[in-house]
């Protein structure tokens, strides 16, 4: 069974930074492509971010692109979002996803909240 | 950017039959998937490309795509698949996922 794990999230003030970590099990890891997808309490599923499964394809949603960087070790199955510059707005269940195939997201982790607030 | 309309709610009696659109530009040309979301759960998808569904997804869930909407059919409808159910796209024009605005699904 394919399991994946969020660990990171927390408190952090405006215009700090965070780094996310999602940790999975009982796949070929480097054949998954990695998903970040964010849902504010009460609201809908935001996607973040991606990468493929080799380390490249590393694409962002536009309020994120230049400040959260997503990245990969193969070696220890771990995929991390960097989030740097904070805003009150990124505050959100961060879900890590993996996918098989490039257009759908097959695996959800139970996510880490991330709260940015003075 | 590419954008998915979902009506915010569906209310249904129990055993009857639950249809949720998902519409978008020419939606029909693009491969639509869904997920169901249970207060406090993960999503888990139900359905992919168009009308696949996953091992362990009961047949009564059932997925269509033409033109300019997409449709999730819930049949015989149980308490338990109360719950917020999401479209998702691939757009290739950005190379972006995108959600819909997902529908609360309720069983009266």
């Known amino acids: 069974e394919v399991v994946v794990v969020e660990s990171g999230g927390g408190l952090v003030q405006p215009g700090g930074s965070l780094r996310l970590s999602c940790a999975a099990s009982g796949l070929t890891f480097n054949e998954y492509l990695m998903h970040w997808v964010r849902q504010v309490p009460g609201k809908g599923l935001v996607w973040v971010s991606r990468i493929f499964g080799d380390g490249t394809g590393a694409i962002y949603e536009d309020s994120v692109k230049g400040r959260f960087t997503i990245s990969r070790d193969n070696t220890r199955n771990t995929v991390f979002l960097q989030m740097n510059a904070l805003r009150a707005e990124d505050t959100a269940l961060y879900y890590c996803?993996?996918?098989?195939?490039?257009?759908?997201?097959?695996?959800w982790g139970k996510g880490t909240t991330v709260t940015v607030s003075s | 950017s590419y954008v998915l309309t979902q009506p915010p709610s569906v209310s249904v009696g129990p055993g009857q039959t639950a249809r949720i659109s998902c519409g978008g530009n020419?939606?029909?040309?693009?491969?639509v998937h869904w997920y169901q979301q249970k207060p406090g759960q993960a999503p888990v998808m139900v359905v992919y490309d168009d009308h696949y569904r996953p091992s362990g997804i009961p047949e009564r869930i059932s997925g269509s795509n033409s033109g300019n909407t997409a449709t999730l059919t819930i049949s015989r409808v149980e308490a338990g698949d109360e719950a917020e159910y999401y479209c998702?796209?691939?757009?290739?024009?950005?190379?972006?996922?995108?959600f819909g605005t997902g529908t609360k699904v309720s069983v009266l």
């Open positions: 996803v993996a996918s098989r195939e490039y257009y759908y997201m097959d695996v």
């Open positions: 998702q796209v691939w757009d290739s024009g950005s190379d972006h996922y995108v």
């Open positions: 020419n939606i029909g040309s693009k491969s």
